[in-house]
């Protein structure tokens, strides 16, 4: 199974990116390929952009990456409430290729924070709209307080609740 993942952060050191990272390693000989949103940034979508640029290659390239995968695992960092700009910015440029931009893949969607809420309002966003841009969500967790349940130095999550949570999540994949 060829996993893509990434975490919908342009942060250079995400904690939702350990978190998608360590996600796919639980996926048993699975051929995992880890994206970073910053390798297709784009200027900030617009109609009038649109128009003056086309497609943006970086756009092609992303929905290419979807279209390869046998599955997904996005991790969602949470901004205000809601989606990073970085990534509503690729997002918005991919959809405009194929509004069905995560082409029936099935998917795990994560997020996680410092705080204790873990992102919830972004996952829920995000576990809401995605059948509608043909993204087969298969489960969805959400990891609070990220720096006491994670051990970012040995990469692994350090709570045995969460940890079963995340596997039971993997495993519908």
Not at 26 to 37: M, N, Q
Not at 50 to 79: N, T, V, W, Y
Not at 102 to 123: D, E, R, Y
């Amino acid at each position: 199974m060829k996993v893509l993942t990434f975490a919908a952060s342009s942060s250079s050191k995400s904690i939702n990116k350990q978190l998608a990272n360590y996600a796919a390693s639980l996926i048993d000989g699975a051929d995992i390929e880890t994206l970073d949103i910053n390798d297709y940034e784009m200027p900030l979508f617009s109609e009038d952009k649109e128009r003056e640029l086309g497609q943006p290659e970086q756009a092609k390239q992303f929905f290419a990456k979807l279209g390869q995968a046998d599955a997904i695992i996005i991790s969602f960092a949470e901004h205000n409430g809601s989606y990073t700009a970085a990534y509503k910015n690729l997002f918005d440029w991919t959809s405009r290729i194929d509004q069905k931009l995560f082409q029936n893949k099935p998917m795990v969607l994560l997020a996680t924070s410092p705080g204790p809420g873990g992102a919830s309002s972004v996952l829920a966003a995000a576990k809401g709209s995605a059948p509608y841009f043909a993204g087969n969500v298969k489960a969805s967790l959400s990891i609070p307080s990220f720096y006491d349940n994670f051990d970012s130095e040995q990469q692994v999550l350090r709570n045995e609740e969460l940890i079963s949570q995340l596997k039971e999540a993997i495993a519908q994949l």
